[in-house]
């Protein structure tokens, strides 16, 4: 497939890529950094079910991957099943402000995140097909570090319509629509995909010999995403745990826009970093930022402390999202780079359903501390997991 020329620039599409996860994240956010507490305070549903929730909502999103991404390599197209997804994600929101029970929240949940499954693997494996190569880890890092401008910006409108508007949350829900369906019309419009090459055939990925060249390499990074994705539950609990220490209701969409706003910081220059260092070095650092950012957490002694946390959460997520999917094409074959996005995400939706449940269980059986603690020592077994993986090659 070609390539643009080399200038050291990335494409435009790779930019309009970035914009739309960026339009499509204020969206989400300004409901996500909401809704845990809503769901707590004003419905009276339980951690646990929290908890069970957002690990549902999420892994759905992961496994759904799977079915794109192999849709996307049979198929030899990535844009349509993308703009798809995001639609998918768009006609959900209004759905969130109209409901009057959790009932409809769990269904707008739930589709939401099987937009956000069809979307995925398509994105990433178009984002691999744009760029070359040795730009890989840059054009992943921009496309995570605009996401996730989007990801602070919209618990930030969360807080100044709550203000605005004396904590009417149904109204503030309101305003996600517009951004989502501008995301949608940036992406059909603003982002070419390339051609396929002339006589490339099309490639059946779930044959079995096709199959099997998803290699050793391939699984241990695909184990590698699992296992750090055991280690990082939902961000849901980092809403609840600033609830749990006192902060108004007003304010609490303030923890994501911390911590979002550190990862936004951090994904671009450190998606440039992994293109030049080796690639476990960084995911162990990033382990070591999770490890003490759930030790922050978990004793929450002082406001410093805990805003700290929330600080090193956000840099570990700018460490290692963005690396592990450039890790995922580094060694999947260009023509089953959807398949291999999609088998990478069943495996860290598995990972995250649990994670997530394990996390709402300790918190309503033995409060905040164990949940965060927990967190710290899977963290601990992953660094263990990557320094075997690493001694083995």
């Known amino acids: 497939m070609p390539h643009p020329p080399q200038t050291g620039r990335l494409p435009a599409s790779i930019w309009a890529l970035g914009f739309v996860s960026l339009l499509m994240d204020i ?5 996500h950094s909401l809704l845990p507490v809503f769901m707590v305070s004003v419905l009276g549903i339980s951690m646990f079910t929290v908890g069970l929730l957002e690990g549902a909502a999420e892994a759905t999103a992961l496994i759904v991957k799977v079915f794109s991404g192999t849709l996307s390599d049979w198929w030899g197209k990535r844009k349509p099943l993308a703009l798809l997804g995001y639609g998918l994600g768009a006609i959900t929101k209004p759905l969130f402000a109209l409901a009057t029970s959790v009932e409809p929240i769990i269904a707008a949940r739930l589709i939401d995140r099987v937009g956000k499954g069809l979307r995925g693997a398509p994105r990433d494996a178009l ?14 890092g921009l496309r995570q570090s605009l996401d996730t401008v989007g990801a602070f910006l919209g618990p930030m409108l969360a807080v100044a ?12 829900l309101w305003v996600a629509v517009i951004p989502a369906f501008l995301c949608v019309a940036l992406l059909a419009w603003g982002v070419t995909e390339p051609e396929r090459a002339p006589g490339q055939a099309r ?34 609990f980092l809403v609840l745990r600033a609830q749990d220490g ?15 706003m550190v990862f936004a910081l951090g994904a671009y220059p450190l998606g440039k970093l992994a293109d030049r260092m080796d690639h476990r070095s960084l995911l162990a650092a990033g382990l070591v930022l999770l490890v003490l950012a759930d030790l922050l957490l978990a004793g929450y002694a002082n406001e410093a402390g805990f805003w700290l946390g929330i600080a090193l959460w956000g840099l570990h997520m700018a460490a290692t999202q963005g690396l592990l999917a450039a890790m995922v094409a580094d060694v999947a074959p260009a023509e089953l780079r959807g398949t291999a996005y999609g088998f990478f995400n069943l495996v860290c939706g598995l990972a995250l359903l649990v994670a ?7 918190w309503d059986q033995a409060g905040p501390q164990a949940t965060f603690l927990a967190g710290a020592a899977i963290a601990c077994l992953a ?11």
């Open 161 to 172: 319509f709550m203000l605005l508007w004396a904590n009417d949350v149904r109204t503030v």
């Open 203 to 236: 490639v059946n990925p779930i044959r079995r010999e096709n199959l099997h060249r998803l290699d050793r390499r391939f699984w241990g990074v695909a184990v590698l995403g699992g296992v750090f994705t055991l280690a990082r539950f939902s961000e849901a």
């Open 27 to 31: 969206s989400s956010e300004l409901i």
């Open 127 to 140: 984002i691999a097909d744009i760029v070359p190569s040795e730009q890989r880890g840059a054009a992943f």
């Open 356 to 362: 997530s449940t394990l996390a709402g269980w300790l």
């Open 246 to 260: 006192g902060l108004p209701m007003a304010w609490v969409p303030a923890v994501l826009i911390a911590m979002n």
């Open 383 to 393: 660094l263990v997991v990557l320094w075997l993986e690493s001694h083995k090659r």
